[in-house]
């Protein structure tokens, strides 16, 4: 990798305020982003210049929705302030904590704000604004340049934006992401040209990209700026409702896009839907992230288009991925400029650090979100390819293993995802933790309270969850019994991009899954169908014994077995 001061094109060395104000004085004309015109898709887009991107921001107006938050980044840094958003979807508690962590005193709001706004207020003294609507600020009369000349060198460490970690695991914590860890993203275009291999962003240059995450998030923001601005795409935005795999549909067929990038649960339901599924093959490829998805989904999507495995993290933006062959979906090439070392964990699993190397200096973001650092493990867990070399499939983060109360241990990902792809199920969150053995927590797609209809349904979910076990260590095998579905009035909770926020879910429900398990009395009586041993003679003693210990861990022995070598 180069270690020269002088990069082609300034690659590595950009600033997204420059870059947005140069193209406003170059190519006013060209699209920033569109969004549609009304809920109806077909009623066609408005259209967003750089120009009046440019001016949206130098006018000053900000506030908290779409486009705005893109525009209020970008004010904020050329003013000297920092933009900080928090989910609406938050408990008022991380709220709270978040805005004392961020010394935030001044709340921007829409004039239609979300309900959390009044009892922040009430709990927080701050300093309210409401903001006009979208609209005023694209059509606002051209305003006064309000350049920005802070060199690279200068800002690579200031603030470019505050945001805060998906809260999956307990309180979301906040996270100041500075200039350069974004530019990273822009040095990997310089990759080419020193003869490394070329990075996946490589094939979004120039396209129109529908990109649904919500702009509060760090998906939807790193999309709609850096990687925007960065590799000169068009964003297409839905329009302000919630996602379905319909509303992304009728963006696919009347937004002109090229490209997708979707929550894995979305991608699920547009398998599911011919149609749907259908018009996947007039895209260029299919991105998702967020969470693992099925093989069969997975699979179905290779046979349209091409799907993009891809990894971030609030922390450090995006990873640098090379471009893999469609049959390889499932797995992702990390490229040498991030520097990976991958760390034996436990069974077939390894844990992912980024080493500090000056050499890849412009290349390691993370690096500059936490200078103080030389290594930094995202905490995500990853399984080799069975036969090429440098391939590593996402198994999940360290802190979703299930440790169960015999100290097997189990990765519930790939069992969720399979779940997760039955047609009547929206999303699956399989527990066990000090327990002797799991169980899983399911929310329909179409929740209901109607209890016969919960036992039809279940019969015809078991079917997955069979094949689900078949896959599955005999440790982590789900019984029929300890099948709960949520209820309608409490579903699970969602991080901003939409996945599941397993803790707090699972503590939400922490009463109804105690109850579950002593309905089921697995605790008490280990799991092995409580299968009876026969004492009428040796023979049958031997018989009953080597059933046993098949149904409960897998494993078939003879008579003549020792039974601690075959556990090895």
């Known amino acids: 990798m180069t270690s020269s001061s002088e990069y082609p094109l300034g690659y590595g060395q950009r600033l997204v305020p420059h870059i947005i104000d140069d193209r406003a004085r170059e190519n006013p004309s060209q699209l920033f982003a569109t969004f549609p015109k009304s809920s109806r898709i077909e009623d066609g887009f408005h259209e967003v210049t750089y120009g009046q991107f440019a001016n949206a921001i130098n006018a000053s107006y900000i506030g908290p929705s779409e486009l705005r938050y893109a525009i209020l980044t970008v004010g904020a840094i050329k003013t000297g302030h920092k933009a900080f958003f928090p989910s609406p979807r938050n408990s008022i508690e991380a709220h709270l904590s978040l805005l004392e962590s961020a010394c935030c005193d001044v709340l921007l709001t829409a004039k239609k704000c979300h309900p959390v706004v009044e009892e922040i207020v009430y709990r927080r003294s701050m300093r309210r604004i409401v903001v006009?609507?979208?609209?005023?600020?694209?059509?606002?009369?051209?305003?006064?340049?309000?350049?920005?000349?802070?060199?690279?060198?200068?800002?690579?460490?200031?603030?470019?934006?505050?945001?805060?970690?998906?809260?999956?695991?307990?309180?979301?914590?906040?996270v100041v992401i500075p200039h350069g860890t974004l530019a990273s993203i822009d040095a990997w275009q310089l990759l080419p040209s020193e003869g490394a291999s070329p990075t996946i962003i490589q094939s979004f240059q120039g396209i129109r990209l529908f990109m649904p995450f919500p702009p509060f998030h760090a998906a939807g923001l790193y999309i709609m700026l850096p990687l925007a601005v960065f590799c000169n795409i068009t964003i297409v935005l839905p329009p302000a409702e919630p996602l379905t795999a319909e509303l992304a549909d009728s963006i696919h067929v009347h937004g002109n896009v090229e490209g997708t990038i979707l929550p894995t649960s979305v991608l699920s339901d547009i398998v599911k839907d011919t149609e749907l599924y259908n018009n996947l093959q007039n895209l260029k490829f299919v991105a998702f992230g967020g969470a693992p998805l099925s093989k069969e989904v997975g699979d179905a999507v290779k046979a349209k288009s091409w799907p993009v495995n891809w990894l971030g993290a609030t922390e450090l933006?995006?990873?640098a991925l090379e471009k893999m062959h469609a049959d390889d979906w499932e797995y992702m090439k990390f490229h040498d400029c991030m520097g990976i070392d991958f760390r034996y964990?436990?069974?077939?699993?390894?844990?992912?650090?980024?080493?500090?190397?000056?050499?890849?200096?412009?290349?390691?973001?993370?690096?500059?979100?936490?200078?103080?650092?030389?290594?930094?493990?995202?905490?995500?867990?990853?399984?080799?390819?069975?036969?090429?070399?440098?391939?590593?499939?996402?198994?999940?983060?360290?802190?979703d293993v299930i440790v169960f109360s015999n100290g097997e241990k189990m990765n519930p990902l790939t069992i969720e995802a399979r779940i997760s792809s039955h047609e009547m199920v929206s999303s699956a969150l399989v527990l066990g933790n000090d327990r002797f053995q799991s169980a899983v927590l399911v929310e329909l797609a179409k929740p209901t309270y109607d209890q016969e209809y919960q036992r039809q349904l279940l019969d015809s979910i078991w079917t997955t969850v069979e094949q689900a076990n078949e896959t599955t260590e005999a440790h982590g095998r789900i019984s029929k019994s300890l099948i709960m579905?949520?209820?309608?009035?409490?579903?699970?909770?969602?991080?901003?991009?939409?996945?599941?926020?397993?803790?707090?879910?699972?503590?939400?429900?922490?009463?109804?899954?105690?109850?579950?398990?002593?309905?089921?009395?697995?605790?008490?009586?280990?799991?092995?169908?409580?299968?009876?041993?026969?004492?009428?003679?040796?023979?049958?003693?031997?018989?009953?014994?080597?059933?046993?210990?098949?149904?409960?861990?897998?494993?078939l022995l003879d008579p003549e077995d020792e039974i601690f070598e075959k556990r090895h």
Not at 374 to 386: G, I, N, P
Not at 485 to 490: A, G, I, Q
Not at 523 to 547: C, G, K, M, R, V
């Open 132 to 174: 006009p609507e979208l609209e005023e600020w694209i059509s606002a009369p051209l305003a006064l340049s309000y350049p920005f000349e802070t060199t690279f060198a200068k800002a690579r460490y200031e603030p470019f934006v505050a945001l805060h970690t998906s809260g999956s695991t307990g309180l979301p914590k906040l």
């Open 317 to 319: 933006c995006f990873t």
């Open 485 to 555: 579905f949520t209820s309608p009035d409490k579903p699970m909770l969602r991080a901003g991009k939409g996945t599941v926020q397993r803790k707090l879910t699972l503590d939400a429900y922490g009463k109804e899954i105690e109850a579950l398990y002593i309905a089921s009395n697995v605790d008490a009586t280990p799991l092995a169908d409580q299968h009876t041993l026969d004492t009428e003679n040796i023979d049958s003693l031997s018989s009953s014994l080597t059933t046993l210990i098949f149904r409960s861990t897998g494993i």
């Open 345 to 399: 964990h436990g069974e077939d699993l390894y844990e992912m650090f980024i080493i500090r190397d000056d050499a890849l200096n412009l290349y390691q973001g993370i690096f500059c979100t936490f200078p103080h650092l030389r290594e930094y493990s995202m905490k995500d867990l990853y399984s080799k390819h069975a036969t090429k070399e440098g391939l590593w499939r996402y198994r999940g983060r360290s802190d």
